[in-house]
């Protein structure tokens, strides 16, 4: 791991990492900013938390990067601070892109993971979803998997924090008690994007969809799916006609994208309060009487 100052600015880690002087830094947040580099490249870079949301980040960006499918920025290095990757020009979303990203997303999802909640090589077990941490911690089954290490974690939390009531759990743990039987056919398990929600698929000027910002690990497939239903996507039935032309997928898929929605969600009730938790309860509803 790199040597660095604690206050070193965006443009000098850039500068580090790729060995070339930047000329100019345009600040998109308090943790993200555009470096331009003196021979006329681009490049983001991402300011972390610590060691481990950096590592997680990059190692989930060239697993996904290495299945030759979707498009992924190129990772520039990492250290315990800062995260530097290729910066995607964008466009504006076209069906004819959507469907196209369904496509590599079926691919990618074919390309595997070695077990439910494995995590990227090189990647933490001890990573992130957002800003909410996420153990990558492996299981034989997805349905058992998925309630351990996904669902029941983060229901306790909101329920410590005070964002669930005791009293209204029962509904979400029924549906982990249930899991084998909503969970639809077993399925092996496939190299997830992991946090698939619209703000982290960018449409590029060049016509093709970049996907960035992974919670990468092994896991069911619709997932994803249903991370792309739960907050919206452009030209989304385009997206799944591509993807189910290429992969098909089990009946009563759609039944199911609440039930692949309550980790989001529950993740979103600890993060971001109560009107996430409201959410989760009724998907929990849902998945039940689907």
Not at 158 to 179: F, K, M, N, Q, Y
């Amino acid at each position: 791991m790199a040597v660095h100052n604690s206050f070193e600015s965006p443009s000098a880690a850039a500068a580090r990492f790729i060995g070339l002087p930047a000329i100019g830094e345009r600040r998109l947040s308090g943790a993200l900013a555009e470096v331009t580099l003196d021979d006329g490249r681009v490049v983001m870079v991402k300011r972390g938390d610590g060691d481990r949301a950096a590592q997680a980040e990059a190692a989930g960006l060239r697993w996904l990067a290495d299945a030759g499918t979707v498009r992924i920025p190129a990772v520039h290095g990492h250290d315990g601070r800062w995260l530097v990757t290729d910066r995607v020009v964008t466009g504006r979303p076209g069906a004819a892109a959507a469907e196209r990203l369904g496509r590599e997303l079926a691919a990618l999802h074919a390309t595997g993971a070695p077990a439910f909640g494995a995590p990227p090589p090189g990647g933490p077990e001890d990573a992130y979803i957002g800003l909410a941490p996420m153990r990558n911690v492996t299981g034989p089954d997805w349905p058992r998997w998925y309630a351990e290490h996904r669902v029941l974690p983060y229901l306790r939390r909101a329920v410590d924090e005070g964002t669930l009531r005791s009293a209204e759990t029962p509904v979400i743990e029924r549906v982990c008690e249930r899991l084998p039987e909503l969970a639809g056919p077993a399925e092996p398990p496939a190299r997830l994007h992991g946090d698939l929600w619209n703000g982290n698929v960018l449409w590029g000027a060049d016509g093709h969809a970049w996907l960035i910002d992974p919670a990468a690990h092994g896991g069911h497939r619709e997932t994803d799916l249903a991370m792309l239903h739960l907050f919206g996507c452009p030209h989304l039935d385009r997206l799944l006609d591509g993807y189910r032309e290429a992969a098909p997928l089990a009946d009563g898929w759609r039944d199911r994208i609440s039930l692949h929605q309550l980790f989001p969600l529950l993740v979103h009730a600890v993060l971001f309060g109560r009107g996430y938790a409201e959410q989760a309860l009724a998907a929990a509803e849902s998945a039940l009487t689907a």
